[in-house]
T-cell receptor, first 112, second 112 residues
Framework: QQQVKQSPQSLIVQKGGISIINCAYENTAFDYFPWYQQFPGKGPALLIA?????SEKKEGRFTISFNKSAKQFSLHIMDSQPGDSATYFC???????????FGTGTRLQVFP | EAGVTQSPTHLIKTRGQQATLRCSPISGHTSVYWYQQALGLGLQFLLWYDEGEERNRGNFPPRFSGRQFPNYSSELNVNALELEDSALYLC???????????FGDGTRLSIL
C-alpha cells in the first residue's frame, strides 16, 4: 500500500526559529511532492511543491529538501512567525494518477 | 479570481439518508477532485473527474459516487449514510491533469 509518513505530529517553535517537518515515502513511483498549509475552518492551501528531478526548492521563507535515494522530503520554515501557526500536510502523487496521498499532518505552533 | 467554492458549508443527516455535496471549480479548471478528511486523520482521496468522466477512484465503497457537469462543476453523492461518514469533504480543482490542486474550504458532513 502506498503511504506517506509524516513527523512530528506536533511542533512548537519560538518566533524567529526554524520549523522542520519531515516526510518519508515507500513507493518509488511518486513524481510530485506538494506541501499544504491548513488553518482551522479552511481548506488546505498549496504552499510549495517539488518534483524528483531537483533536490531543493525555495520560495521565500519556505524550502523543500528532497532526498530521492532516502525517499524522504522535508519542509523548512525559516524565521517562523506566529502567523505560520497551522497544520501542514505533505503529499505525494503516484506517477500519472492525479491522486494525492497525504501525510497525517503536523500541527505547528509558533510562539512570540 | 474566485477560488473553489463548495456548498453547503455544513450538512446534518441521519443514518441511512443520502447526502449531496456540490463543488464549483476555479474558472478555467477542468479537473475536479474529492477528498475526505475525517477527524484526526489525513486527507483520503475519493474521486477524480476530468472532462465529465471519472478518471480515478480511491478505496471507498460504491455508495460514494459523483459526477461532473458540462460546466465542470461537480457533485458528490453519498448513499446509505453511516456514522463513520462524518467528516470534512474537500473539493479541489486543477487546470489539467498533473497540475497543482487547489482546495475549497469543504463541506462538514455530520451524521446523527
Amino acid at each position: 500500500q502506498q503511504q506517506v509518513k509524516q513527523s512530528p505530529q506536533s511542533l512548537i517553535v519560538q518566533k524567529g526559529g526554524i520549523s522542520i517537518i519531515n516526510c518519508a515515502y515507500e513507493n518509488t513511483a511518486f513524481d510530485y511532492f506538494p506541501w499544504y498549509q491548513q488553518f482551522p475552518g479552511k481548506g488546505p492551501a498549496l504552499l510549495i511543491a517539488i518534483r524528483p528531478d531537483v533536490s531543493e526548492k525555495k520560495e521565500g521563507r519556505f524550502t523543500i529538501s528532497f532526498n530521492k535515494s532516502a525517499k524522504q522530503f522535508s519542509l523548512h520554515i525559516m524565521d517562523s512567525q506566529p502567523g505560520d501557526s497551522a497544520t501542514y500536510f505533505c503529499a505525494a502523487e503516484p506517477y500519472n494518477t492525479d491522486k494525492l496521498i497525504f501525510g497525517t499532518g503536523t500541527r505547528l505552533q509558533v510562539f512570540p | 479570481e474566485a477560488g473553489v467554492t463548495q456548498s453547503p458549508t455544513h450538512l446534518i443527516k441521519t443514518r441511512g439518508q443520502q447526502a449531496t455535496l456540490r463543488c464549483s471549480p476555479i474558472s478555467g479548471h477542468t479537473s475536479v477532485y474529492w477528498y475526505q478528511q475525517a477527524l484526526g486523520l489525513g486527507l483520503q482521496f475519493l474521486l477524480w473527474y476530468d472532462e465529465g468522466e471519472e478518471r480515478n477512484r480511491g478505496n471507498f465503497p460504491p455508495r460514494f459516487s459523483g459526477r461532473q457537469f458540462p460546466n465542470y462543476s461537480s457533485e458528490l453523492n453519498v448513499n446509505a449514510l453511516e456514522l463513520e461518514d462524518s467528516a470534512l469533504y474537500l473539493c479541489a480543482s486543477s487546470t489539467d491533469r498533473n497540475q497543482p490542486q487547489h482546495f475549497g474550504d469543504g463541506t462538514r458532513l455530520s451524521i446523527l
